[in-house]
């Protein structure tokens, strides 16, 4: 019984090189046109930056003007006036103009909104480029992911077929008196086995698939592979604390931890400004035109106020003392998430580094292994023919090299999704690293 096993490891790893393909570049493309996560943090951005314009108007002059048209209806009943002394009735209209400017000369609490909304602003923009560099991540996860299982699949697909060769062989032995049931168990145990792992392969194949389909709104089209030979280099500075540093300068989810507590600290001030006095001017031109009364004829009546207000709020039953230590208390965790994204910056930039330096290491040892498991696999075969291994020896060695291959395609794609993890954890992934991964496919 001959065990075909190298000419599916080949198709897994160039299944791609069809006629066309979608490459990681053209993926990210759409990515960025589709993808309703990113769309939606430039929108938040947007929004965001009004509020800085919102917190200014409250700093600037409001000028108003109102109308307003009355009719009215009078009767007098009874009166004791001397000059107007008679009872009637009248009707009549009156027309008010009124123009407001109102001028805030002195209020702390907008002053400390208006320096939290920029400190709002500056923290959407850490959001946007957080946003940015997250699809970059979850595109690249999501395509590696894909062409990797796919890449298993056609690996298990030969590991399969021997192995119901092998238990359709030891069922006719069994059944002709001379193979052990033993040995039908044994098939069938390792043929199952390959089935569930098939199985768990093409769910993550298709999980990675519409994980596209989230991003870019259809599924994608055939992915372009890796290439057999691909740079494996350490990335520069080789030295994961150098990268560990970097991401506590740059990475968005710290800058953003950072200006939510200065926002907090704003609020803090604004809450204090509970107990300050405010100071405004308003000035307000008024004209009134009554076309009769009662009591006389037309009056046409013009009124200018030039109002300056100090007000000192004394006491609000305590809100303003509750509101402010809330502000504290919400700092506080301001301060505490700050911690919490610089500890898993340093362990996501730790942990792609070293990725980085174990899946080198993989690749180089898997290739060799791989062609050594061949070698193996071949030997046990003709040693099989001869009567010199047993057929369990054959199917020992034929999992062995199907393990081995779907271990070396795995530590390639982890390598490439790893690179890009270091990327992200150091707040510098940029399209220029998506396209230089782009080179390594075919």
């Known amino acids: 019984m001959k ?56 700093l600037l002059p409001s000028l108003s003007y109102s109308i307003e048209n009355t009719e009215s209806d009078q009767t007098i009943n009874e009166t004791s006036d001397t000059v107007f002394g008679s009872t009637g009735a009248q009707n009549f209209t009156s027309e008010t103009n009124s123009l407001t400017l109102s001028q805030s000369i002195f209020n702390y609490e907008y002053w400390m909104r208006y320096g939290q909304s920029k400190a709002a602003n500056t923290r959407a923009d850490s959001e946007f480029e957080k946003a940015s560099q997250d699809l970059l991540l979850r595109v690249a996860e999501a395509y590696f992911e894909s062409i990797k299982a796919r890449e298993q699949l056609a690996s298990i697909g030969a590991e399969k077929a021997a192995l119901k060769r092998h238990l359709q062989y030891a069922q006719k032995s069994h059944s002709a008196g001379i193979g052990r049931s033993a040995e039908v168990n044994d098939a069938e145990a390792r043929y199952l086995s390959s089935v569930a792992k098939q199985s768990e392969f093409n769910k993550a194949y298709n999980d990675a698939r519409y994980a596209l389909f989230e991003i870019i709104g259809r599924l994608p089209e055939p992915l372009a592979a890796m290439r057999d030979q691909i740079p494996l280099v350490l990335p520069e500075p080789a030295d994961p604390e150098a990268w560990i540093t970097q991401g506590l300068a740059n990475n968005p989810d710290v800058k953003i931890a950072q200006k939510k507590q200065e926002e907090a600290r704003y609020e803090i001030k604004a809450q204090t400004a509970g107990h300050y006095p405010t100071l405004s001017l308003t000035m307000q031109n008024f004209t009134q035109v009554k076309e009769g009364s009662l009591y006389g004829g037309l009056n046409d009546i013009e009124q200018e106020d030039l109002t300056l207000k100090f007000d000192l709020p004394l006491y609000q039953g305590g809100a303003v003392s509750s509101r402010r230590r809330e502000a504290y208390q919400r700092m506080y965790k301001a301060q505490e998430d700050i911690v919490l994204a610089q500890r898993t910056v340093q362990n996501q930039a730790q942990s792609s580094f070293q990725g980085i330096v174990a899946n080198i290491a993989q690749i180089k040892a898997l290739k060799q292994t791989v062609v050594a498991q061949n070698a193996v696999l071949d030997n046990k075969e003709r040693g099989f023919q001869t009567g010199l291994y047993s057929i369990i020896a054959v199917l020992d060695a034929q999992q062995d090299l199907a393990s081995a291959q779907q271990n070396y395609i795995a530590a390639r794609n982890d390598y490439a999704i790893n690179y890009i993890r270091l990327k992200r954890a150091a707040g510098v992934l940029i399209d220029t690293d998506i396209e230089f991964i782009n080179g390594w496919l075919q």
């Open 3 to 58: 065990l075909v096993h190298g000419c599916a490891f080949a198709v897994a790893m160039t299944v791609a090189a069809t006629s066309w393909s979608e490459d990681l570049v053209d993926i990210m493309t759409l990515a960025k046109q589709s993808d309703p996560m990113f769309r939606g943090a430039g929108f938040e951005r947007a929004a965001t930056a009004e509020g800085i314009k919102q917190a200014r108007a409250r």
